[in-house]
């Protein structure tokens, strides 16, 4: 049973003085985990007064698939489709953020083409979950399925793109441990490009649409306020931290692959709201379009894997190294322990949902119930990485 | 960004008396850490964060590691004088012994302010078995907390001064620290059409005659 | 003016609706299952061990039971048990063959590892996806029988690998064939050469050449390659 006691309110949390018969005692919810809103069987345990949330206790483990001890059990290669399905929205950052850790435990080597291939396609995964995100949060807004179709159409043609090149949609199973698995064919990187420069006419509609509406915005600005220094504190990452005035990009900060060849901006938001996390993905959409119309066009030719790689009988000398990207959600890193076998001995997932969530409770007090659903969206959780 | 054993050096300058060693890492990413002593690991996580030079303001990961009880055989070479006077011969005898094995948390810390990093520190415990207990660095970092209980749930490390110390993904009934080496699933077996290897020798303990064929009668399967 | 947004986001879904009528880019939906999409070429769901010829399936299987694959498969779904016997190949070496090669796709997850790693382009990603049955437990258990499909209809779903891999084999085999011929070569000179040393004449004709002349034909003279598809 849960230890602390869920009926009393959390500290820090407002709480009418008066409790008579007139008003009521406090009510416990249990949102979840099968709910439309929760991103995934999430559940959260909420105690409210009248409407106002006064101690928020989030409940998950059910999609705990014990990843990190399959990865114990299999080989190196072996959990590279397994990392697929930690975000299963993101799987080509979530494929590069292993394979990173490897080459670091290994020492290998990346050929250039294949670090374009990396950036290309880790930023058009971050423009499809950035696009996911502005239509799920649209949706938890109640605007009942038109932006999501909208962004979901937009993200078929990314997903298309993946089928093409790795042989599906979501589960892609692309990166190597020293480079890329499949080579794309020059009508590929056409078809990306032509992708691409469509999308800034895409992204000018749906800002059309959301940006300046009214009702989205009396809903979400002023509602889950993140401060800079509870962020920092409290390891959030990814564009909630930046949306909080946090100018921390992995990207810049530890510069990995090729990312200092290319000049984008990060976007930094000034009141850590949930309109400010929205606003923060749209940016950040712009400058991965700017990224790729770059990447795009100045992709050299050459090998895609580092050819003294080996696929089977892999194995790393005793070690261990921590590897992280900057993905969609937030800073996803792989820490691998070797002791020289064809296993990793210890494998964990650094996921960027289980520890941006630390603060749910915190950003929910005060609110409505109506707010805890968009808060929760705004930070942008997939079950499949908070749980393993 | 200063070297562990710099960090080392001030360390042990500013606590005295704390235990803090390099553990050097033999991989091509030389990511090295420190080790430190449960006692003083709060304060010295403290006095990381708020350093001047070295600002570690954001804890990356928090990751539990068991490390089993091994068995070591130690050689040990005696010399035997000859009874009849001449040069004395070497004995060799071997000795078995167990190394006790501990729990470790290793902590990941990066610095947002003067963006640098990463400096990983590592706590053990004494035992897998009683000495369990670690000071939390929840009060130091928030971002532990939840991969603080999650160190719990799975490895069974109790973090004393942890906010709400309870599971987090397994369900609260459950028994078992299941990312442990010598964790043992229990036997609540679903029957399986198609095993091998080692999933076929569990379940022959459930079938109730030697099956035909893999997958045999598919009588539970019947629409 | 209070509610321009909300009126510039109706133009917006106006302008959508509109052009759902005329504009294939804003109809995106095909009417599934009476409309077929076309998929990829690249696109893969589930694993098929290729066969050389149609007309004997499990005669011309590529696959030699090196049990590579069910090794390096991550859910371990691929159960092998190698034959007690050799066949020929179609080079004509005698090669170990599956007597049972079953794959339970309910475990399989497409992931592609098996292909990667088979050193003898034996199994190959198949596109099927409208395989449901009704019985979840024996039907999605598919075993060689149902696993073997020929080559032409590797050409069919996969053409540019199916081309690839035909002509590296045909490479490899060819390749083959001319160390066999200067091994034979080198073998009918040797004799002619003076008996002095030990080194050269009286080595007992090893037969190292990979018994071209085995294969079923009986054929005297050096082999033709078997017929494609």
């Not at chain 3, 070429?41 to 499990?58: H, I, Q, T």
């Amino acid at each position: 049973m849960i230890t602390s006691d869920p009926l009393s309110p959390a500290p820090g949390a407002r709480v009418r003085p008066v409790h008579d018969e007139f008003h009521g005692d406090l009510l416990e919810v249990s949102m979840g985990p099968h709910h439309p809103s929760t991103h995934g069987v999430f559940r959260m345990m909420v105690t409210l007064d009248g409407e106002t949330v006064v101690r928020l206790k989030p409940v998950f483990g059910y999609l705990h698939r014990n990843h990190e001890k399959l990865g114990e059990n299999t080989t190196y290669l072996g959990s590279m489709p397994y990392t697929d399905r930690l975000d299963y929205l993101c799987s080509m950052t979530n494929n590069w953020a292993y394979a990173l850790a490897v080459e670091k435990l290994a020492g290998q080597a990346v050929p250039e083409r294949a670090e374009y291939l990396r950036v290309i396609l880790a930023e058009l995964t971050r423009l499809l979950n950035h696009t996911c995100l502005a239509g799920f949060l649209l949706q938890d807004c109640g605007a009942s399925g038109t932006p999501l179709m909208y962004a979901f159409r937009e993200r078929e043609k990314i997903l298309d793109l993946f089928e093409s090149l790795s042989g599906s949609r979501m589960m892609c199973n692309y990166q190597r441990f020293g480079g890329c698995r499949v080579d794309p064919p020059p009508a590929w990187l056409e078809a990306a490009g032509r992708l691409v420069d469509g999308y800034g006419a895409f992204l000018d509609e749906y800002e059309a649409l959301l940006t300046g509406n009214e009702i989205l915005m009396a809903r979400t600005q002023g509602v889950g306020r993140l401060s800079a220094d509870l962020a920092v504190s409290a390891g959030v990452t990814g564009p909630m931290l930046r949306a909080a005035g946090v100018a921390y990009d992995i990207r810049k900060v530890d510069a990995y692959g090729i990312y200092p060849r290319f000049d984008f901006r990060v976007p930094l938001g000034d009141h850590g709201d949930t309109y400010d996390r929205y606003m923060i993905r749209v940016l950040e959409m712009r400058e991965s379009i700017k990224i790729l119309q770059r990447a795009l066009h100045e992709i050299p030719a050459g090998p895609i894997m580092d050819p003294k790689a080996k696929l089977r009988g892999f194995r790393p000398k005793p070690g261990e190294a921590y590897g992280r990207i900057e993905g969609p959600k937030g800073e996803i890193g792989f820490y691998l322990i070797s002791d020289g076998g064809p296993n990793p001995c210890r494998y964990r997932v650094r996921a960027p949902s289980f520890v941006n969530l630390t603060i749910l409770e915190d950003l929910c007090l005060g609110h409505t119930v109506a707010d805890a659903v968009i808060i929760l969206g705004s930070i942008d959780i997939v079950l499949g990485e908070v749980d393993r | 960004m200063e070297t562990p054993e710099q960090i080392r050096d001030r360390l042990l300058a500013r606590f005295p008396g704390a235990g803090v060693a390099v553990v050097a890492n033999p991989s091509p990413a030389a990511q090295h850490s420190l080790a430190l002593d449960a006692a003083h690991a709060r304060e010295i996580a403290a006095w990381l964060r708020d350093d001047a030079e070295l600002r570690l303001d954001y804890c990356s990961n928090v990751t539990g590691v068991d490390r089993p009880d091994r068995e070591v055989v130690e050689t040990i070479t005696t010399a035997v004088p000859d009874p009849a006077g001449g040069p004395a011969r070497a004995a060799e005898q071997k000795i078995k012994r167990t190394q006790p094995g501990c729990l470790e948390v290793v902590y990941h810390l990066y610095s947002m302010a003067r963006r640098h990093g990463p400096v990983i520190i590592r706590l053990r415990t004494g035992n897998r078995t009683d000495q369990v207990a670690l000071p939390s660095l929840t009060p130091v970092w928030r971002s532990c907390e939840f991969q603080e209980r999650e160190v719990f749930d799975l490895f069974g490390v109790v973090f004393e001064g942890h906010p709400d110390l309870r599971r987090i993904l397994m369900w609260d009934g459950f028994t078992g620290h299941p990312m442990r080496k010598d964790y043992v699933e229990p036997d609540d077996y679903e029957w399986e059409p198609t095993p091998h290897d080692k999933i076929l020798a569990k379940a022959k303990k459930h079938y109730p005659t030697e099956p035909a064929a893999p997958g045999g009668a598919a009588e539970g399967a019947q629409p | 003016m209070l509610g321009s947004g909300l009126i510039k986001g109706l133009a917006v879904t106006a302008k959508n609706l509109a052009g759902s009528f005329h504009d294939p880019a804003r109809f995106v939906t095909t009417e599934y299952p009476e409309v077929k999409t076309r998929l990829p070429e690249n696109y893969r769901n589930f694993p098929f061990l290729v066969s050389e010829n149609a007309d004997d399936p499990m005669g011309t299987l590529r696959c030699v039971a090196c049990q590579i694959c069910e090794k390096e498969c991550p859910p371990q779904c691929i159960y092998i048990e190698k034959s007690k016997d050799k066949k020929p190949d179609a080079a004509g070496k005698m090669q170990l063959y599956p007597a049972v090669f079953d794959i339970d796709i309910s475990v399989c997850m497409s992931c592609q590892i098996c292909v990667e790693v088979c050193p003898f382009d034996a199994i190959k990603m198949d596109q099927v996806f409208e395989i449901a049955t009704p019985d979840r437990f024996q039907p999605l258990l598919l075993d060689r029988h149902q696993l073997a499909k020929p080559n032409g209809y590797f050409h069919e779903i996969h053409p540019t690998e199916a081309a690839e891999v035909d002509a590296r084999l045909a490479a490899e085999r060819k390749a083959a064939e001319e160390k066999a011929r200067a091994a034979a070569a080198a073998k009918a000179a040797a004799p002619s050469a003076p008996a002095t040393g030990t080194a050269a004449a009286p080595k007992p004709a090893p037969a190292p050449t990979p018994g071209p002349a085995a294969p079923g034909g009986g054929s005297a003279g050096t082999p033709k390659p078997p017929p494609a598809t």
